[in-house]
């Protein structure tokens, strides 16, 4: 068996499921750990996607809510994942969780299935890379370091 | 020398307020007295806040928050205390359920991650306690910032 043929049957992409017509997809290495039920610690004066703290290996990781950062109801934190990231090229891995509604999904996804972004939310654009499409669906790629990155200004609408 | 007000509460020795389930720490420095909420004088209090307590001969408003730092305008029947913080030039308090201090090693403490803060937010930082909960690191300063702001004084 040689290494092309090993890596075209693998799957590559975790797709997240942020809740009805949010999905969007990180790559197989990215994902950690899956935690049904956390114990969650709310944080007060925080904004209304990243409420709470999960505690992971010493740490205190930020828990983000996407279906809420897009402009949506948020989750039930009754589902989540770990993530490690790197920001930006050089700089140490970063850690973060995400809520999810079911389960992560493994894909395959290759450069052939690249498509645009959904129009709607209009959020993706500052979350994602970019796009595939799988099943009749489009699934934005995250950026881990843009999601985990300082308040977005629509937070700041009130 | 005054300790710096605007350093929010980091290892060594902190005071820990309990406000129902919401934790803050605070540098120890930062508290000028404890008083029992008994002690509190309800009467012709300032607006949001919840009555006054004398300090250094003079009376300060006394503030109570619930656990996502609304101000509340009836203290819950849990708040025990009122611990009279230093902040500016003058004092406020701050009714809580307990007050006490704790060691807080540099691997408890970490700074509140970007995509928490927002601007004005009194919570500068976290810390992990030995009991498994988490405190909020805050200041004096900080706290009456906050409180001023919301009552637009």
């Known amino acids: 068996m040689d290494n092309k043929s090993l890596s075209a049957s693998r799957p590559n992409a975790w797709v997240l499921d942020f809740g009805p017509g949010l999905r969007a997809a990180v790559g197989t290495r990215v994902l950690l750990q899956i935690t049904d039920h956390p114990a969650l610690h709310n944080i007060p004066c925080t904004p209304a996607h990243c409420r709470s703290v999960f505690s992971w290996q010493s740490r205190l990781l930020p828990v983000m809510d996407m279906a809420a950062a897009l402009g949506g109801a948020p989750l039930v934190p009754h589902l989540l994942v770990v993530a490690g990231y790197v920001a930006q090229p050089g700089a140490p891995t970063s850690f973060g969780a995400l809520l999810l509604a079911s389960p992560p999904v493994a894909v395959i996804a290759g450069d052939e299935q690249a498509c645009s972004l959904p129009e709607h939310p209009a959020g993706w654009s500052e979350f994602a890379i970019s796009c595939f499409g799988h099943r009749g669906d489009a699934i934005p790629v995250l950026h881990l370091g843009r999601v985990f990155s300082a308040v977005h200004p629509a937070d700041y609408s009130g | ?153």
């Open chain 2, 1 to 153: 020398m005054s300790p710096p007000l605007l350093q929010p509460a980091g290892t060594g020795t902190a005071a820990l307020l309990r406000i129902s389930r919401l934790r803050i720490a605070l540098p120890q420095g930062e508290i000028a007295g404890i008083t029992a909420a008994a002690e509190v004088e309800g009467g012709d209090a300032q607006p949001f806040s919840v009555g006054w307590v004398t300090h250094a001969n003079q009376r300060w408003p006394v503030y109570c928050v619930s656990p996502d730092l609304s101000l509340l305008i009836v203290i819950p029947a849990e708040r025990n205390a009122c611990v009279v913080l230093a902040a500016n030039s003058g004092f406020l308090g701050i009714m809580c359920d307990e007050a006490a201090s704790v060691e807080v090693a540099p691997g408890q403490r970490q700074a509140l991650p970007p995509a928490m803060r927002l601007p004005e937010s009194p919570v500068l930082g976290l810390i992990a306690l030995e009991d498994g909960e988490v405190a909020c690191a805050s200041s004096a300063q900080g706290l009456a910032a906050y409180v001023s702001r919301l009552t637009g004084s």
